[in-house]
């Protein structure tokens, strides 16, 4: 059994708000100062850095997982994590019918930039991606299901965009979990005040910036052998589910 540290809960250039240092070989060469060992790109509605920040883990030894963090129609933001890369690409093509359409403001959220694993630019999204769905939290977990991901609800100990600060409570929702802190410390008061049961707690950033990212600290204890990376990632999704 050996430790992998992890931050499940990264943004790149493509998000607004997000860094243009932010690229995904400035991401992968982070994570490894830090001494992370597996990192989620989280982009804030869409998976399509994924694939670059796929190239440059690979180059920098880290296991990568395609994420995205979803806007719900409630403006709560909800993980989804991807066991391929294939899968998660199908999902955002899938989530485009679904977005709420507004030109983005380049003044004042950034260029939004899609980048290879070179980190060259390849294209740009002209819409705002951090805006509402029309998708609703209750149907998240059906709709992780159809692309045999895993879902759950965001930084829950945080006003903006938490599940909690949002409805009042955590609902009971069968398919959530996981739930996710960017402050670890705060778990045991959480799980006297409100209803999470024993659902699995995640700690990880939500970083924009590289300075964002976590220094090792939480971890998996992984049965890896024979390694790979593949074998990693499966074992964290067992873990999760």
Same mark, same amino acid.
């Given at each position: ?12 250039c493509?998000?607004?708000?997000g ?9 992968a ?9 597996v990192?989620?790109?989280?982009d804030h ?7 670059g920040?796929?190239?440059a883990?690979?180059?920098h030894?880290?296991?990568p997982i ?9 403006? $709560?933001?909800?993980?989804f994590? !991807?066991e391929?890369?294939e899968?998660?690409l199908? #999902?955002?093509?899938d989530?485009? +019918? =679904? ?9 004042v959220?950034?260029e939004?930039?899609?980048m290879?694993?070179n980190d060259?630019v390849?294209g740009?999204?002209?819409?705002l991606?951090?805006?509402?769905t029309t ?8 709709l992780?299901e159809?692309?045999?991901a895993?879902?759950y609800?965001?930084?829950?100990d945080?006003q903006?965009n938490g599940i $909690?600060?949002?409805?009042?409570? !955590?609902p009971?929702i069968?398919?959530?979990k996981? #739930?996710?802190?960017?402050?670890? +410390? =705060? ?9 999470l049961?024993d ?11 590289l ?7 939480k971890?998996?204890?992984?049965d ?7 074998l990693v990632?499966?074992?964290?999704f067992e873990?999760?589910?």
């Amino acid at each position: 059994m050996n430790k992998y540290y992890y931050d499940l809960h990264v943004h790149s250039c493509l998000s607004p708000c997000g860094d243009d240092d932010s690229t995904p070989n400035n991401i992968a060469g982070m994570a490894t100062l830090c001494g992370l060992n597996v990192v989620a790109l989280t982009d804030h509605n869409t998976t399509r850095n994924c694939p670059g920040f796929f190239e440059a883990a690979k180059r920098h030894g880290i296991v990568p997982i395609a994420g995205m963090e979803l806007t719900t129609m409630e403006d $709560i933001h909800v993980i989804f994590l !991807f066991e391929n890369l294939e899968t998660a690409l199908e #999902f955002d093509k899938d989530l485009q +019918s =679904k977005r709420i359409l507004i030109d983005n403001r380049v003044d004042v959220y950034g260029e939004q930039m899609i980048m290879n694993g070179n980190d060259e630019v390849i294209g740009t999204e002209k819409h705002l991606l951090s805006n509402a769905t029309t998708v609703s939290v209750d149907d998240c977990p059906k709709l992780a299901e159809k692309y045999n991901a895993v879902c759950y609800p965001a930084h829950i100990d945080r006003q903006a965009n938490g599940i $909690i600060a949002t409805l009042g409570t !955590f609902p009971d929702i069968k398919g959530f979990k996981v #739930f996710e802190l960017n402050d670890g +410390s =705060k778990e045991e008061e959480l799980r006297k005040n409100y209803p999470l049961g024993d659902r699995k707690c995640v700690v990880s950033s939500d970083a924009h910036y590289l300075w964002n990212m976590r220094d090792e600290n939480k971890y998996f204890l992984i049965d890896d052998e024979p390694y790979s990376s593949d074998l990693v990632r499966r074992k964290i999704f067992e873990l999760l589910r």
